[in-house]
């Protein structure tokens, strides 16, 4: 059984930084994209970021383009999202996600999820 757990979240003020961490543990984790996606209430999920197992193919959200980066440590089996010049907006809860099957910027073709970190941007 694949677990993935997000930790990083927190409380920060409007133009400074968070790294998020996803770590993958279970079953024969091992060479899929992961992705982060995020959510606030009465919306639905957003595509965040993706990134392919060896770390070279990797997507960004337009309004998260230029600001957030993710990264990999497949030896760990740990993605990460390092956010910068954070905004309001971009309080959230953000899930970790592995494995999807079709298109990788759609939530529901992902088999796994984390349990999800919120992030507070401060004005």
């Known amino acids: 059984q694949v677990q993935l757990v997000e930790s990083g979240g927190g409380l920060v003020q409007a133009g400074g930084s968070l790294r998020l961490s996803c770590a993958a543990s279970?079953?024969?984790?091992?060479?899929?994209?992961m992705g982060w996606f995020r959510q606030t209430p009465g919306k639905e999920r957003e595509f965040v970021a993706v990134i392919g197992w060896s770390g070279v193919t990797a997507f960004y959200g337009d309004s998260v383009k230029g600001r957030f980066a993710i990264s990999i440590d497949n030896t760990k089996n740990t993605v990460y999202l390092q956010m910068n010049s954070l905004k309001a907006e971009d309080t959230a809860v953000y899930y970790c996600?592995?494995?999807?099957?079709?298109?990788?910027?759609?939530?529901?073709?992902?088999?796994?999820w984390g349990q999800g970190t919120r992030v507070t941007v401060s004005s």
């Open positions: 279970g079953g024969t984790f091992g060479n899929v994209p």
């Open positions: 996600a592995a494995d999807p099957e079709g298109s990788w910027k759609n939530p529901a073709d992902y088999s796994f």
